[in-house]
């Protein structure tokens, strides 16, 4: 075995800038070493540094990793796009939001009427057992730290 240093694709890619589909297309088959960090992991697959350094230098690469790096800088320039075009819609969004100002009174009377609505919509128990005989709750009645409560879950 030569004594060569052996880098793994990870590195190939951040390091030296390749993709995937140039290290399939340019590098031979990889050494398959079992990983040393995790014994039941797939084995790592590893190139000769000096190989990848040498194929570097063709032409047919560079003209291969010239057109990857476009297709990068294409494909970066859509994400940022997209994500643009996802900032406005968010920042229409929020300007289409209005906040309607009521006074204490008015609060207190739509949230009454809400929890009304909702004892009217729910069937209700006593001690447990579920009733047949109509029984309402009345929200109208209720103490005014329950009626507090309630306002700020309506809000």
């Known amino acids: 075995m030569n004594d060569n240093k052996m880098i793994t694709q990870s590195r190939i890619i951040e390091e030296y800038g390749w993709t995937k589909s140039l290290i399939s297309k340019f590098l031979p088959d990889p050494v398959l070493k079992a990983n040393p960090h995790y014994r039941k ?3 790592m697959r590893l190139w000769d540094e000096d ?8 032409s047919e690469f560079q003209d291969a990793m010239e057109k990857a790096n476009k297709r990068k800088k294409s494909a970066s320039k859509a994400v940022e796009t997209k994500y643009s075009n996802m900032n406005h819609s ?4 929020i300007d289409s939001i209005t906040i309607k100002v009521l006074s204490d009174e008015e609060l207190k009377t739509k949230a009454l009427k809400a929890k009304q609505e909702w004892y009217q919509c729910h069937p209700c128990s ?30």
């Open 51 to 58: 190989t990848v350094k040498q194929v570097m230098t063709t």
């Open 41 to 43: 992991a797939a084995p």
């Open 126 to 155: 006593l001690n447990g057992d579920w009733i047949d005989e109509p029984y309402m709750k009345n929200a109208y009645t209720a103490d005014e730290e329950t009626i507090n409560r309630w306002i700020v879950n309506y809000i």
């Open 90 to 93: 968010v920042q229409l969004f």
